[in-house]
């Protein structure tokens, strides 16, 4: 029994009139999550297309927020808070993090930049300590698993790969894993979107492949041992 939560961050829709159209990486995030479902019992399932439901911006009044006590905070302030507040409730109760995200301009979309820039939050998710010297800031939450799910118009950009250099997506969702409390994270990646030829049919069919993996190992680990 777990509980998970699935973000979507692709700004196109899962199915579309030209099915062309379509968003590989949320294609993926729903075999994932279908083929993880099919075997074990989900308590929670919370799901976030931030993509075509962007989060808000966070602006000078949330930081103005967030550095006020709680217990001095106004009506408005805890207004501005509001969605922040509701993110990361759900991030607290997941045991499985879900992120499903295309490259954009070598990195993630701002919509799920923007979600970040909510979730990450002093005194919730992660605090702050000179006492620590020259790294201060430390993860509240700990114990969760990540699985990150891409899709590239081009392709190499991991390490050792011709575009290694221009690769900020997957770097950057692991580096701000941390503030989500991760501790194990599995990778799937669909690339060559925009070549449209054999490499990317074989690396979207490696990708599918590479879910039903990893969904069949996080099921086999949850799953109560009987005698
Ligand atoms: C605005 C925009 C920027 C993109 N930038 C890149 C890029 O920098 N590198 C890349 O490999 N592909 C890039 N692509 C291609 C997408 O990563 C590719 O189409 C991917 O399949 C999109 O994910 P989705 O199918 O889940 O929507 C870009 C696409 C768009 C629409």
């Known amino acids: 029994m777990t509980t998970v939560l699935h973000i979507d961050a692709s700004v196109r829709a899962v199915s579309n009139p030209n099915p062309e159209h379509d968003s590989i990486s949320k294609k993926l995030a729903r075999r994932f999550i279908s083929a993880f479902k099919s075997m074990i019992d989900i308590d929670e399932y919370m799901y976030r297309d931030v993509g075509i439901n962007p989060p808000q911006y966070i602006t000078q009044d949330w930081i103005g927020a967030v550095f006020t006590p709680e217990h001095n905070r106004t009506a ?8 922040s507040d509701e993110y990361i409730a759900e991030l607290k109760k997941a045991d499985i993090i879900v992120i499903s995200s295309p490259m954009y301009n070598y990195g993630m979309p701002a919509q799920l930049k923007a979600w970040f820039d909510q979730i990450v939050r ?11 010297g020259d790294r201060p800031l430390a993860p509240l939450l700990t114990g969760k698993t990540l699985v990150i799910i891409t899709s590239s118009g081009e392709f190499g950009f991991e390490k050792g790969g011709i575009n290694e250099a221009y690769g900020h997506l997957v770097p950057h969702l692991r580096t701000l894993s941390k503030y989500l409390g991760v501790t194990e994270i599995f990778e799937i990646a669909s690339e060559y979107q925009e070549f449209a030829d054999h490499r990317h049919q074989a690396s979207l069919t490696q990708a599918e492949a590479k879910a039903d993996k990893i969904a069949g190992e996080l099921a086999k680990n949850l799953k109560p041992v009987t005698c």
């Open 76 to 83: 408005e302030q805890k207004q501005v808070l509001a969605q």
């Open 122 to 132: 002093i005194n919730k998710t992660f605090d702050f300590d000179l006492a620590r």
